[in-house]
């Protein structure tokens, strides 16, 4: 905004002026955030010194204060061409207490603990570490940004698009006037990302300026607003239903619910709707709605394309392990590329916050006796274990309470690999798995709800696990192979210096691997005939992709008894992601991504997991659980209940700019739906594009999908930026399984390629899944 910029010096008048007109600003954004007056927003408004931790030697007192529109913070700097520097609240993904990033653990002393917190960010910008004067200040801090956070983020759709539209109108304001002018107006429109002819943009500022003054303001400002965010969509459905007066009646509402949204609801629920979402007192004594208070209803999340009963934990927790698939991470530990990108503790924040439940560790020996975590015989920065053992522990279960596997690729000495096991024990105490559950040798998995808060690690073993009941377990270090990932990388010539097949395995670390055992696969036969069910094979790729596609029951049926790993090629250097659903149609579990690399497989993945509370297990379908089943996702006999999938694109809303740089640059929106499952489900279909209009484009385009295998098939709804001479850029997408989608008119909501939710921006459609 361009109160935000340095401004040329103002007389003392202007600045009284100018000083009034951000009280007034301050107050109005905090009465749109439901928060005029609150003491900790008028502490962030006021704001403070705190001191900036980037090194040992650079700390440095900054000056931090919340921004009148009470979404951006802002901090002075002594860069010479940036003098004030912001970020939005949009873009913090959390407050962290105390000191809990790698640089505040690294640069300051433990004696200020108290004093310290770090602000998170989204996406791969850098942590900000702060420290202040005090433990009661840092409180205030952490208190004050948490709360703001936390009222920004819950705010509904509507608040959101009406605070968006806002705070564009306030910075094309350029003399904080509180009144727009003809040229004021066009550059908001392209401020909204819509570009429209002079005629236009005249035609409506003069329908609006009733004053006949030449600018727009009070009232007239509002009636802009109204005929700005008119929709007209919405204004067709709703005459449609509203047959009672003009006006929409509990009974009219229910009408709606039940045949066109295809909710099995009751009267009393249409009531409660009217009582929560209707904004006019009148219609609401009279237990009516409003056109308003419809669309009020229609932007909620309860009214969204994603079944609200699905975003908690719906599904049975109580089975075995096998029976899920497992969000899953591969080079956890890297922040950016396999070849020469920094290892970090916080890309396992980053992952364990995502609900990741399965992390890599890939361990190597390191100085002083202590093991690290890095990509071998790479120019990749190293980690200590210890370290990334410790931020494990403190963020496994913050985001799902269901149980973490600990991928081991180990490459360590005897001796390093003892203190690995020392570490894991004492850091991780009694969550740690070090023996089966129960007194009797057990003949499957635990399950999820079975291993709530506990850390399970999956590596090598130097016996069968019925050792646990064995009075004769005297086995001490014995050579075993290396994990299969390893050797396929010395293949692919990515670890140049290649060692030695085999490696001496600790007893130490052996004893602690009880419930995921790394073996070598030989073949489905050999795994079904002569593995323990707690024996486990890890598939490059191809490998698994070669399988899945000739070997597809097969493949089914021992992941019905046994877990499986799919790891990336090797060759993939800049950490570039496969495409999982074929190994979800084959009932693998651990499918493992690199979640640091935001593409569309990551898309899928974070799709896929939505679901059930957002915990990092999905329960296979039946089919994919049943020894009984014949299903072979590459066989249209083998299907069962095929389904017709209709989908009507009608709109999209408030599109962000994806050239931000330049004013005059709109988007030109087209929208892609894509289905993902079985093969014969994978289809794509997409609209025209609208021209210059990324504010409320409109299409009303219908596209129809034969749906086979409904249990594993995904829609991913994708807006792209359509360009003549190059690729398309990406806007928006979202993506969620078919199984947890509502029928009827729904706002899809859409996020960045970081999957970060785009908090006024969406596509409204119309979906029905019907029996074909």
């Known amino acids: 905004m361009s109160c935000f910029k340095w401004s040329p010096k103002r007389t003392t008048s202007e600045e009284i002026v100018y000083q009034e007109n951000m009280k007034r600003v301050a107050q109005e954004s905090g009465k749109r955030l439901g928060l005029d007056g609150d003491p900790d927003l008028q502490f962030l408004l006021v704001g403070g010194e705190l001191i900036k931790v980037r090194s040992d030697s650079w700390q440095k007192n900054r000056f931090y204060k919340l921004q009148e529109d009470c979404r951006t913070l802002y901090h002075e700097s002594n860069k010479m061409h940036k003098k004030k520097q912001t970020y939005s609240i949009d873009d913090i993904d959390s407050i962290r207490k105390g000191r809990q990033s790698e640089g505040l653990k690294k640069y300051t002393d433990p004696s200020v603990e108290d004093k310290c917190f770090s602000i998170i960010f989204k996406g791969s910008k850098r942590n900000l570490d702060l420290m202040a004067s005090s433990p009661e200040e840092a409180n205030r801090w952490i208190n004050s940004l948490e709360k703001i956070i936390s009222t920004i983020h819950n705010l509904d759709f509507q608040q959101k698009s009406e605070d968006w539209i806002i705070s564009c109108m306030r910075k094309v304001d350029k003399n904080h006037d509180n009144k727009m002018s003809l040229k004021e107006v066009k550059d908001f429109m392209r401020q909204i990302n819509v570009e429209v002819d002079d005629y ?11 004053s006949k003054s030449g600018t727009l303001e009070g009232s007239e400002i509002k009636q802009f607003y109204n005929l700005l965010t008119e929709r007209e969509e919405i204004k067709v459905i709703y005459e449609k239903f509203a047959q009672t007066e003009g006006q929409m009646s509990a009974r ?21 709707l009217i009582e929560n979402y209707e904004v006019d007192t009148a219609a609401k004594q009279k237990k009516r709605m409003t056109k308003d208070g419809f669309l009020r209803y229609l932007q909620q999340d309860e009214a969204s394309i994603f079944n609200p009963a699905h975003k908690k934990v719906y599904q049975d927790m109580s089975q075995p392990l096998n029976h899920y698939f497992i969000s899953s991470s591969h080079n956890t530990y890297l922040m950016e590329d396999q070849l020469k990108g920094p290892s970090s503790t916080e890309a396992y924040i980053k992952a364990l916050m995502k609900s990741c439940r399965c992390v890599e560790l890939d361990c190597w020996d390191g100085p002083d006796g202590e093991p ?24 496994a279960f913050k985001k799902s309470q269901y149980p973490v596997v600990l991928s081991l690729e180990n490459h360590c000495t005897v001796e390093q690999q003892k203190v690995m096991t020392r570490h894991l024990t004492s850091i991780l105490g009694d969550a740690l798995v070090t023996k089966p559950l129960g007194d009797t040798m057990p003949t499957n998995f635990p399950s999820p709800k079975e291993l709530k808060g506990r850390f399970i690690v999956k590596g090598k073993r130097l016996n069968k696990l019925d050792a646990f009941y064995s009075k004769n377990n005297t086995v ?39 419930y995921c055992k790394s073996v070598h696969f030989n073949g489905f036969e050999d795994a079904r005939d002569k593995k323990a069910f707690y024996e ?22 021992h992941n019905m008894d046994k877990l499986s790993r799919i790891y990336p090629a090797g060759s993939r250097v800049h950490s570039s992601n496969y495409n999982p659903v074929p190994f979800w149609n084959v009932g693998c579990q651990i499918v493992a991504l690199n979640f640091q690399t935001p593409c569309k497989e990551m898309h899928l993945n974070q799709g896929r997991f939505l679901p059930n509370g957002f915990c990092g297990y999905i329960l296979k379908p039946e089919f994919l659980r049943n020894p009984s089943s014949q ?14 999938f209709h989908v009507m694109v009608i709109s999209a809303q408030q599109l962000p700019k994806i050239n931000q740089d330049k004013a005059k640059s709109i988007v030109d929106p087209l929208v892609k739906v894509e289905i993902y499952g079985v093969p014969a ?8 594009y609208i021209t210059n209009n990324g504010f409320n484009p409109m299409w009303n385009e219908r596209f129809e999908f034969t749906i086979h295998a409904l249990e594993l098939a995904m829609v991913r709804f994708v807006v792209m930026d359509y360009d003549t001479t190059s690729q398309n850029d990406l806007v ?18 859409l996020l960045t390629k970081r999957n970060d939710v785009i908090s006024s921006a969406g596509l409204f459609v119309h979906l029905m899944l019907m029996d074909a």
């Not at 690290?372 to 963020?395: E, M, N, P, Q, R």
């Not at 486990?536 to 049926?557: D, G, P, Q, R, V």
């Not at 928006?732 to 909501?749: D, F, K, M």
């Open 200 to 210: 236009y943009a005249e035609d409506l500022f003069n329908k609006c300026d009733t």
């Open 536 to 557: 486990m094979s890890s598939f490059e790729e191809s490998k698994a992709l070669y399988l899945a596609e000739t070997s597809a029951s097969a493949f089914i049926h």
């Open 476 to 514: 001490l270090e014995e050579s075993v192979s290396e994990e299969d990932e390893a050797a396929e990388c010395k293949e692919n010539g990515q670890k140049a210096k290649a060692k030695k097949a085999n490696i001496k395995l600790a007893k130490e670390l052996s004893d602690i691997v009880v």
């Open 631 to 644: 299903f072979n996702p590459n066989d249209k006999k083998t299907f069962k209940n095929k389904k017709t």
């Open 732 to 749: 928006g997408q979202y993506c969620l399984p078919l199984t947890s989608i509502q029928n009827g008119y729904r706002h899809v909501p």
């Open 252 to 272: 009219d509402l229910l009408n709606f619910l039940l045949n066109e949204q295809r909710e099995q609801v009751t009267m009393e629920h249409a009531q409660r």
């Open 681 to 688: 489900d994978n289809a794509s279909k997409e609209t025209k």
């Open 372 to 395: 690290v975590i890095y990509h071998g015989y790479t120019l990749t920065s190293k980690v200590l274990f210890k370290d990334v053992i410790k931020a494990i522990k403190d963020f």
